[in-house]
């Protein structure tokens, strides 16, 4: 039997790929499989992204496919993204309502910044967020500030958002937001107008109960 077969940590159907990529293609699937998001733009993120778009983006493809995932190569932004398709996908993630109500939030930040064409890279900070949160919700309750970094936290683990602490901060609101596109595929929308149809499901019914969602 071949070295290829023989070896309990790699598959069969990939005997051709070299035993001097196999460390860094596990480390690929891991970041796809474990957190959605592999970043490619900084560290040694970057060594993995171009082995993977520019050697193994079919070999990729053909592994997510089973899993009803889409495999998402962004130039632009330099990362991989495993994306979900929903109506087959046996392993999209949950979150909280809390959770839920920040990535509604970051969304339309992060639309109304792209739209507006200022920046290339969309950076918020708590503040800001705590403010859109008020807007976008204003029947409800939204997450308390305090509580909000370690909602971030979670999203941090899926690759949806850096954060960063600018020299001199005092306050927790002065903390920056990078959103990353990543954010945007995870819950698409087309316009707006679906946006605002998914925020109106949290927002109280005329008799004073919060819609089920």
Do not use: N
Not at 37 to 60: M, N, P, Q, T
């Amino acid at each position: 039997m071949s070295a290829d077969h023989s070896d309990p940590l790699w598959p069969r159907f990939w005997s051709e790929v070299p035993a001097s990529d196999r460390a860094s293609l596990r480390e690929v699937l891991s970041e796809l499989l474990g957190r959605g998001v592999l970043l490619g733009d900084e560290g040694s993120g970057r060594d993995l992204f171009l082995l993977a778009r520019d050697h193994y983006r079919s070999h990729l493809e053909d592994y997510l496919a089973p899993l009803a995932l889409e495999l998402i190569v962004d130039d632009e932004h330099a990362l991989l993204q495993a994306r979900p398709r929903p109506e087959s996908c046996l392993l999209l993630a949950t979150f909280s309502k809390d959770e839920t109500l920040m990535l509604l939030a970051l969304w339309r930040l992060y639309d109304d910044e792209r739209s507006s064409g200022m920046q290339e890279a969309v950076v918020v900070t708590v503040d800001q967020l705590w403010a859109g949160l008020k807007v976008y919700f204003d029947k409800i309750e939204p997450p308390q500030p305090t509580h909000i970094e370690s909602l971030l936290g979670r999203l941090k683990r899926h690759r949806l958002v850096r954060t960063a602490k600018p020299e001199g901060m005092t306050q927790l609101g002065e903390m920056q937001i990078e959103i990353l596109p990543s954010l945007a595929r995870v819950i698409p929308f087309e316009d707006i107008a679906t946006w605002q149809a998914r925020v109106d499901q949290f927002q109280p019914r005329s008799g004073g109960e919060e819609a089920t969602v």
